[in-house]
């Protein structure tokens, strides 16, 4: 479900162009151009867009986390990416979305349009920079991740994410993680119980702790660093 953060809190299925209310400048990016952003807010597991669907907007996480990710012609699911608060998705080369957007937990994000921040993109170099670098952000993700599903160790895939998600989330050496265990294994390619042996053999060994279901502490990062060819 799709929640429009207004006064009304007016819950739509679609953001639609006649629903907008104007929000605070889209942070960054769309704030170079001075585009006014509109914020919604997804339920738990809520699709923010599908495979296939237009890609008529870029999104921003102001609190909260997406993934994206492509149902396998088996009925599988491979996580391609999780957005984290401040991070830019949603960009395509084509029109249509290649992957399916959902939240992970109760999700806030602007909403841009993408063809006024194309219009701004083509008169305003700072705009067409941040463009430019955000894709080619994605780019190297993407590569690194198919260097993860290919060449790597169930145990170095987990020690990677959790190196990823420690430089992202960690706050007072802490890391409270938003997906469960089951989208951890759909983002590295493994199977539930793979992920929960490997994290339970690590906290056997002293390389993490856990202070709940979701929270880790990461106690020798340098090993997981040294897993982590």
Request: aromatic share 6%.
């Amino acid at each position: 479900m799709l929640t429009q953060s207004t006064s009304l809190s007016v819950s739509i299925n679609r953001p639609t162009p006649g629903a907008f209310v104007p929000s605070k400048p889209f942070s960054g990016l769309a704030g170079l151009a001075g585009l006014i952003a509109t914020e919604f807010t997804y339920r738990k597991d809520g699709e923010i867009y599908g495979e296939d669907e237009p890609a008529e907007y870029i999104y921003q996480i102001v609190r909260g986390a997406v993934r994206t990710y492509k149902l396998l012609s088996d009925g599988r699911r491979q996580i391609g990416a999780f957005h984290l608060p401040g991070d830019v998705f949603g960009l395509e080369s084509g029109t249509k979305h290649r992957l399916a957007a959902e939240a992970v937990i109760d999700t806030t994000v602007r909403l841009v349009k993408r063809r006024s921040l194309e219009q701004a993109a083509g008169t305003d170099v700072q705009v067409a920079h941040k463009l430019w670098t955000m894709t080619t952000d994605d780019l190297k993700h993407a590569e690194e991740h198919m260097l993860l599903l290919g060449r790597k160790s169930a145990m170095e895939r987990v020690a990677t994410f959790l190196l990823e998600m420690d430089r992202r989330l960690a706050v007072a050496g802490m890391m409270a993680l938003p997906m469960c265990r089951r989208d951890i294994g759909d983002y590295l390619g493994l199977t539930l119980e793979t992920v929960s042996r490997a994290l339970s053999q690590l906290n056997d060994e002293g390389v993490l702790g856990f202070s709940g279901a979701r929270q880790i502490v990461l106690r020798n990062r340098q090993r997981l660093r040294n897993m982590d060819i």
